[in-house]
């Protein structure tokens, strides 16, 4: 049973609003009241060491060559979706290269002019694109940042529409990033499967 494609309209949508950089390049004298916001108190954080995140380390995991490793990793990657529902991956197997590729890529098209950006805007009822994404009302806060928002994967989802040709690496760049994170993503279902006491490709299949 082939796993079922959302149509793209049911991501949702967002109410269409100004351009951060526009904004800024009004000279405003002061921040609109959309985008500010009142002090917020949190609650402090303890330090001990047992509230410590859980870390997961990948290449022991895929280790099978040191029995002990790997089951000690296993058990802590159950603790870790069982206790907490989060947890630090290290050692993850995706290339530095690819990973800084990816933010230089990022970070030269929100450099570029704002009418070329305005070229992969959202469109109506859907948050893929570029602008802001999640505003649902009129007078929502807003924070002081636009976004990107873009659907790689499934492959039967992508819209090229809103896939950059400035700059001219960026899909390259895109593709390699998030065929690495997949498979990072695959191997961790696989072993989370594990812990179940299911086969490795229940949990990976449902994606």
Same mark, same amino acid.
């Given at each position: 049973?082939? +796993?079922?494609?959302?149509k793209?309209?049911? &991501?949702?949508?967002?109410?269409?609003?100004?351009?951060?950089?526009? !904004? @800024?390049?009004?000279? !405003?004298?002061?921040?609109?009241?959309?985008y500010?916001?009142?002090?917020?108190?949190?609650?402090?954080?303890?330090?001990?060491?047992?509230?410590?995140?859980p870390?997961?380390?990948?290449?022991?995991?895929?280790?099978?060559?040191?029995?002990?490793?790997?089951?000690?990793?296993?058990?802590?990657?159950?603790? @870790?979706?069982?206790?907490?529902?989060?947890?630090?991956?290290?050692?993850?197997?995706?290339?530095? #290269?690819?990973? #800084?590729?990816?933010k230089?890529?990022?970070?030269?098209?929100?450099?570029? +002019?704002?009418?070329?950006?305005? @070229?992969?805007?959202?469109? +109506?009822n859907n948050?893929?694109?570029?602008? $802001? @994404?999640?505003?649902?009302?009129?007078? $929502?806060?807003?924070?002081?940042?636009?976004?990107?928002?873009?659907?790689?994967?499934?492959?039967? $989802?992508?819209?090229?529409?809103?896939?950059?040709?400035?700059?001219?690496?960026?899909?390259?760049?895109?593709?390699?990033?998030?065929?690495?994170? $997949?498979?990072?993503t695959?191997?961790? !279902?696989?072993?989370?499967?594990?812990n179940?006491?299911?086969?490795?490709?229940? !949990?990976? &299949?449902?994606?």
């Amino acid at each position: 049973m082939e +796993p079922e494609v959302l149509k793209r309209e049911d &991501n949702g949508g967002s109410l269409p609003v100004e351009n951060v950089q526009a !904004l @800024a390049s009004k000279n !405003l004298k002061e921040i609109l009241p959309r985008y500010l916001r009142p002090e917020a108190e949190f609650d402090q954080v303890s330090s001990e060491e047992s509230l410590d995140i859980p870390v997961i380390d990948m290449k022991k995991l895929l280790d099978d060559q040191h029995p002990l490793n790997h089951h000690d990793v296993m058990a802590r990657l159950h603790l @870790a979706c069982k206790d907490w529902g989060v947890f630090q991956l290290i050692n993850h197997g995706v290339s530095e #290269e690819v990973i #800084e590729k990816m933010k230089i890529d990022i970070e030269d098209f929100f450099q570029l +002019p704002l009418e070329k950006k305005k @070229a992969y805007s959202q469109l +109506p009822n859907n948050i893929e694109g570029y602008r $802001q @994404a999640f505003v649902v009302s009129e007078d $929502q806060k807003l924070d002081w940042v636009d976004m990107f928002f873009l659907v790689s994967l499934p492959v039967p $989802q992508r819209n090229m529409r809103f896939k950059p040709t400035h700059p001219t690496s960026f899909r390259e760049s895109l593709d390699k990033y998030s065929w690495e994170l $997949q498979q990072v993503t695959i191997n961790l !279902l696989k072993f989370m499967s594990r812990n179940l006491g299911l086969k490795p490709e229940t !949990l990976p &299949n449902m994606f």
